[in-house]
């Protein structure tokens, strides 16, 4: 157990809908990292929070958007689901990544979400 | 842009034995960590081992090590005395500070082992 959370496990929904999706880090870690994998483009960053605010975009599409609350948890909201959303999206916690070495920058994953767009 | 490459899709192993995943990456940075990531069935992607580019001295984790070669961009991951358990999918990473510390990830090995 990697001491990150994510609710739900699994999502079943439909092309067009709104999902969000929940991570709670590490207690003691700042940065929240999400990750999507799906079979075509395998393991993609999307977006990292450190602290409440946004520090880094990847690959995120603009139908997709998260934050980090005041309590370090984060969500990643997808809208105007399409099939090819469906993926397994992964949370990540580091302590914190401007004090990198001695395993500060490592990341721990949850166990993820499995969406299913149908 | 820094990119992963694991050449080798698929591998097998005889229990006990051991076995070498191989690693290589693209970067022009100077300050970087590389990890290994091990995916099981269950999904759940769980930390093998990591490695500082700053340290010449390889990393090792129990029967896990690796080796290291900076100058070669070269990380590849020793698995000795294999275990049914570690039958897996094995991710190779890549992070700099440089560029916001997201986690850059090879396609993947699948390894079987085998009793």
């Known amino acids: 157990d990697s001491g990150v959370t994510q609710t739900p496990k699994h999502l079943i929904t439909a092309t067009g809908q709104r999902v969000t999706l929940r991570c709670s880090p590490r207690?003691?870690?700042?940065?929240v990292y999400w990750y999507q994998q799906s079979l075509d483009q395998g393991l993609q960053f999307l977006i990292h929070?450190?602290?409440?605010?946004?520090?880094a975009k990847g690959n995120i599409l603009e139908r997709f958007s998260a934050q980090q609350f005041p309590d370090l948890h984060s969500e990643l909201n997808l809208s105007s689901l399409e099939l090819g959303d469906s993926a397994l999206y992964f949370c990540?916690?580091?302590?914190?990544?401007?004090?990198?070495?001695?395993?500060?920058?490592?990341?721990?994953f949850g166990p993820g979400t499995r969406l299913l767009v149908l | 842009a820094q990119t992963v490459t694991q050449s080798q899709p698929e591998m097998s192993v005889q229990e006990a034995e051991t076995v070498t995943l191989s690693c290589t990456y693209d970067?022009?940075?100077?300050?970087?960590?590389l990890f290994w990531y091990k995916q099981p069935p269950s999904r759940q992607m769980i930390l093998v081992i990591r490695?500082?580019?700053?340290?010449?001295q390889n990393a090792t984790e129990n029967r896990f090590s690796v080796n290291f070669q900076k100058a070669a961009k070269s990380f590849s991951l020793k698995i000795s005395d294999s275990q049914l358990g570690d039958t897996a999918m094995y991710f190779c990473?890549?992070?700099?500070?440089?560029?916001?510390?997201?986690?850059?990830f090879g396609a993947g090995t699948i390894l079987r082992v085998k009793s």
């Open positions: 990540a916690s580091s302590v914190d990544p401007g004090l990198a070495g001695g395993g500060k920058e490592t990341q721990y």
């Open positions: 207690s003691g870690d700042l940065s």
């Open positions: 929070y450190y602290n409440g605010e946004e520090r």
């Open positions: 970067t022009s940075e100077n300050n970087y960590y």
């Open positions: 490695q500082e580019a700053y340290k010449q």
């Open positions: 990473a890549f992070m700099a500070p440089e560029y916001g510390n997201k986690l850059v």
